[in-house]
């Protein structure tokens, strides 16, 4: 094991990779082709490592993205704004509303690179990725070309894409993204948190948001973590109706798509079985926001996994819900269970 992982995951885990490279421009992918091709437990492509948990050593390669470049183009309706995949998406957030385009400002802060963003469809606020993405620029390894996935046929759903299938993670590596903004701003305020707060401008929205973001995220280089650890469950109105028998105020969402099902906040559901803020020796919850798992400091992957298995545990002895991790896990052969 020759490539250490410990800067390029935010839980900041001492753990390693067979091999990796840092890509910094198209010219340094046949480097690492090479690498992928000599690794037997095939290879993950990184950019920050701001939604991922290694349970321990990877045996494949790491490829960490960092191609970085912003063009912007416009016609007479729509701001296109496309962001080479190593970019922080934060500051592409910020960045266009410097340039007075306006659209983006719900989702300030969210951790992660551009290239990160369309693999979970990343959201906050009630705006998604999905709402925006014009295509996601790839390097197909199938066909060895650059190709450009519409945004349509990207399998957008909640915190989810095509591109978090395993086949489509060994055949794409995104390079790219570009969004498709309309001139014509309209806030999305439907959140409670928004909502009643009278927020008018893009500025007050963005600024409101982050600073929402800076009490509820710990940052990552004061307490390891990888932001929500944990799905919000989509469960039947069956389920919600008996744990509204013990909890009428269970906070519960429409599930997009399937009106029979309701979606509920982990969060809430985490903090009320009594797990927010707990430390259990070197992992637990954040005391601001019980859906973050974090490192309090010398964290092993095990100590990260047993605390969220410790949680799994208290939530579905409370609830009757089981919680799915929204991070992805990668164990010694790759992508696994927790
Ligand atoms: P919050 O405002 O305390 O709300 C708790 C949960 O309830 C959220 O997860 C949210 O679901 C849901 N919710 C609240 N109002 C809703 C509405 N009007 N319609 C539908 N669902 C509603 O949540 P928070 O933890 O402070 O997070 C704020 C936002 O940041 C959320 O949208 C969250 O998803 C987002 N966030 C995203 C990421 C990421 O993309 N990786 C990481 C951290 C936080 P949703 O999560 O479906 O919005």
């Given at each position: 094991m020759s490539f250490s992982l410990k800067p390029y995951n935010t839980f900041g885990l001492d753990v390693k990779a067979r091999d990796g490279m840092v890509v910094r421009d198209f010219a340094m992918f046949p480097a690492a082709f090479d690498k992928i091709r000599k690794s037997s437990a095939g290879f993950i492509v990184l950019g920050h490592g701001s939604d991922v948990l290694f349970k321990?050593?990877?045996d494949g390669a790491v490829i960490v993205n960092r191609l970085m470049g912003v063009e912007f183009s416009e016609d007479a309706n729509t701001h296109y704004v496309k962001a080479q995949a190593g970019e922080t998406f934060h500051d592409l957030v910020a960045l266009t509303m410097k340039k007075g385009?306006?659209?983006?400002?719900?989702?300030?802060?969210?951790?992660?690179?551009v290239g990160g963003?369309?693999?979970?469809n990343i959201g906050a606020y009630g705006v998604s990725l999905s709402d925006f993405c014009r295509y996601v620029e790839v390097l197909d390894l199938v066909t060895g070309k650059v190709d450009r996935i519409m945004g349509r046929d990207c399998g957008f759903g909640y915190r989810d894409?095509?591109?978090?299938i395993p086949e489509n993670q060994a055949r794409y590596i995104i390079t790219a993204v570009e969004l498709a903004i309309p001139k014509d701003w309209k806030p999305e305020t439907s959140y409670a948190a928004l909502r009643s707060r009278n927020l008018e401008s893009p500025k007050e929205i963005f600024d409101f948001v982050c600073s929402m973001r800076k009490i509820k995220l710990p940052d990552p280089r004061v307490l390891g973590n990888a932001g929500s650890f944990f799905r919000n469950p989509v469960v039947s109105r069956e389920t919600l109706a008996v744990i509204q028998k013990s909890f009428d105020n269970v906070p519960h969402y429409p599930a997009e798509g399937d009106p029979d099902m309701v979606k509920l906040a982990a969060g809430w559901l985490i903090d009320q079985a009594g797990c927010r803020g707990i430390n259990l020796g070197t992992a637990g919850t954040y005391e601001n926001q019980a859906l973050v798992l974090v490192?309090?400091?010398?964290?092993?992957p095990e100590d990260i996994v047993n605390a969220a298995r410790h949680v799994q545990g208290r939530v579905e002895d409370a609830f009757g819900v089981r919680l799915d991790p929204e991070v992805r896990i990668y164990g010694e052969k790759g992508e696994c269970q927790l």
């Open positions: 321990g050593d990877y385009i306006y659209g983006l400002e719900n989702l300030a802060l969210i951790p992660g690179t963003a369309p693999v979970q894409s095509i591109f978090r490192n309090y400091g010398g964290a092993t």
